[in-house]
């Protein structure tokens, strides 16, 4: 029998200290994790705890060891979230501050607590005094509103003022104070509305007069707010926010007083630097918002997209400059605002200047090459937001074509054809890259002109597949003389010789060209003669064939078709009024563009068809997209028809006429 070894005997076989890779030591493994043995031999903590244990022997002891592992545990990061504040407005503990500055004028306190208003357009409005025993702390600004608004507190209610100055009333304001237990914080204002939010995220709209109109509730307490024309923009709490960070949104909403808030977005994410908060909100002059956040990072807008256009800290000379915002202005390409030195605000007296800082958005590199790529990525933002404006429109596309021909320039100067080819097909239409090809070529780079010609093939065919209704109205147009006009020159003398040859040509173009139908199949004599209004001397055949008393054939009127997909073709003749054949029936693609702009395309059938094609294929994609549905051609109204009817002279009688030559004899 195997004799049992004695506890003394286990430790030491378990608890060698020699230095050897071999040696194994448990003492030692309890005195790395922190444990010791008690006089009793039981495994304790150094601190004197017991070791916890997975199974706990009742309630009370499983709580005391969750509350021991929570002492443990990391604490939580306070999130501090950014108070209310009004656009390009100063801090309240200012004694003389600004209140509202923007494009229109400036809003400021000055001595004594009172407001002065100052327009930058002595056309708009001569300056405005205003004392302020109502403690008004909150302004905004538009060429014909004023807003004065104070937030409130337990003893004095918030309360709104507003002025129109540009009404022809005796009384042109209006005061309205909030319920007890409700604040205000922030205003704003349009052509003809003020929006005010308060305490209880309540977004209210107003009439300039004072008329309630609209009330919503946002999603978080109010961060910023700013209006203009038919816009509001409203910055707010929506999210919850990480450690250090701020969750903000936005809202944008288009204010129409008839039908309410017609477009309501929001509450969406509003992006600021990491570690930042928002310090200015506004609306470009063409009506996108625009924020900055507190490191100088100018945002933009467009498309449900932010694009950083600015950075204005690089512009700044010192650290402890920095850029007040008051507005931005997309077609003269700045950003308007106040150079500050030494303080994050500027101060009311002396009156501060304006400078400008340019747009360009914040991309890598330095050199030629950036500088085109930041006014291309300018001209593209510009392009977008200026659809309704045609000359801007067409400026901002020729800035984009000049850019793309500059950077095409210098990657075939620097033996970049793989470049060279990536620019073109950034290029708008397929004019823009003939004009590549052309330069190609004079520069002699065959090869790239080539494969710049194969490019071009290769977009047309895309193009073609997409409304294969070009490639038919382009064949016929081409094809015009020899499939179309059946009675054209060429034929004019063999048919003059035979004139039964001509009608029996005539008859086979008609059922080739014409759909039948049932009035045609009716039996008629070939031989009754039909007088011709206009042409008493002449007689109609049944085919249509119209002979004068020599049987001297005239040449029919030139056709032309037009090819309409899913029906027959359609016959036109030149020298017509131009009538929708198509009337009652869907189109889409190019003939649907043809058929809804066919006044805008004056001149002969074929050359009106032409123009058209021409105009259809340098639209863009997005223009295109509107005819890809299919649906009856609706027609524009003429100016014709806009103006009133003339009243027709009534016709004189033959007894009339009569009685005026025996007066005059």
């Known amino acids: 029998e195997e004799a049992e070894m004695s506890q003394e005997e286990l430790g030491e076989l378990f608890n060698d200290d020699e230095d050897d890779e071999n040696s194994f030591s448990i003492s030692k493994v309890q005195a790395e994790a ?273 694009y950083p256009i600015c950075d204005t800290k690089s512009h700044l000379k010192g650290k402890s400059e920095t850029f007040f915002v008051t507005s931005v202005h997309q077609h003269h390409q700045h950003i308007r605002g106040i150079r500050c030195r030494g303080s994050k605000y500027p101060q009311t007296i002396p009156k501060p200047g304006l400078t400008t800082l340019p747009i360009q958005a914040p991309i890598f590199g330095k050199g030629e090459k950036v500088a085109l790529e930041q006014r291309l990525i300018f001209s593209n933002l510009l392009k977008s937001t200026a659809v309704m404006n045609d000359d801007v429109y067409n400026k901002t596309r020729k800035e984009e074509l000049d850019c793309l021909m500059c950077l095409f320039g210098m990657a075939c100067r620097s033996d970049q054809d793989s470049r060279a080819i990536e620019i073109c097909k950034l290029m708008p239409d397929v004019e823009s890259m003939q004009l590549a090809i052309q330069y190609a070529a004079r520069a002699k780079r065959v090869n790239l002109a080539s494969k710049l010609g194969d490019l071009v093939m290769k977009m047309e065919e895309d193009e073609a597949k997409e409304d294969p209704q070009i490639d038919e109205m382009e064949e016929a147009i081409d094809n015009d003389d020899e499939s179309q006009d059946i009675f054209g020159n060429s034929q004019e003398d063999s048919l003059m010789d035979n004139p039964l040859l001509a009608a029996q040509q005539k008859q086979k173009s008609a059922a080739y060209l014409l759909p039948s139908s049932n009035s045609a199949e009716k039996k008629r004599n070939p031989f009754a003669k039909k007088a011709v209004e206009g042409n008493k001397g002449q007689w109609k055949s049944p085919s249509g064939l119209v002979f004068d008393q020599g049987l001297n054939l005239k040449p029919a009127k030139k056709t032309l078709l037009i090819p309409v997909k899913g029906k027959k073709a359609v016959a036109i003749k030149k020298g017509t009024e131009k009538e929708n054949t198509t009337d009652g029936a869907e189109l889409k693609g190019f003939q649907l563009y043809l058929a809804e702009n066919e006044d805008d395309f004056p001149g002969s059938q074929e050359e009106s068809q032409k123009n058209a094609l021409a105009s259809w294929k340098s639209l863009e994609k997005d223009a295109k997209d509107k005819y890809r549905s299919p649906r009856i ?11 009133p009817e003339r009243e027709k002279k009534p016709k004189s009688s033959i007894s009339s006429k009569l009685s005026g030559f025996a007066f005059g004899m």
């Open 633 to 643: 051609p609706l027609k524009r109204k003429r100016s014709d028809d806009l103006e």
């Open 34 to 306: 922190g444990f010791k043995e008690d006089d009793e031999g039981h495994l304790v903590l150094n601190d004197g705890q017991e070791i916890p244990s997975s199974r706990p022997s009742s309630v009370a002891s499983a709580f005391s060891t969750n509350s021991k592992q929570q002492q443990h545990l990391p604490s939580h990061q306070p999130v501090s979230l950014q108070s209310a504040f009004q656009p390009s407005s100063s801090p309240d503990h200012f004694t003389f501050r600004f209140l509202a500055y923007n494009h229109i004028g400036i809003v400021k306190t000055i001595q004594d607590s009172n407001i002065d208003v100052d327009f930058h357009d002595e056309k708009t409005h001569y300056n405005l005094f205003f004392r302020n025993p109502d403690n008004y702390t909150m302004a905004a600004l538009t060429d014909k509103l004023l807003i004065l608004a104070r937030e409130g507190d337990e003893e004095n209610p918030g309360r709104i003022f507003v002025e129109d100055f540009k009404s022809s009333d005796s009384n042109k304001d209006w005061t309205l104070d909030l319920p007890e237990g409700e604040y205000v914080r922030g205003v704003a204002a349009g052509e003809g509305w003020v929006a005010v939010v308060t305490s209880l995220n309540s977004l209210i709209i107003f009439t300039a007069g004072g008329i309630q109109k609209e009330l919503i509730t946002l999603a978080g307490p109010l961060v910023s707010m700013v209006g203009s024309a038919n816009k509001l923009f409203v910055a707010v709490h929506a999210f919850h926010p990480l450690p250090g960070e701020q969750g903000l949104g936005y809202y944008s909403f288009n204010v129409n007083l008839r039908n309410g808030l017609s477009s309501v977005e929001g509450p969406l994410p509003l992006p600021v630097s990491p570690g930042c908060e928002l310090s200015w909100v506004g609306l470009s002059d063409t009506l996108n918002p625009v924020i900055t956040d507190s490191v100088g990072q100018v945002r933009i807008l467009v498309n449900k997209a932010w």
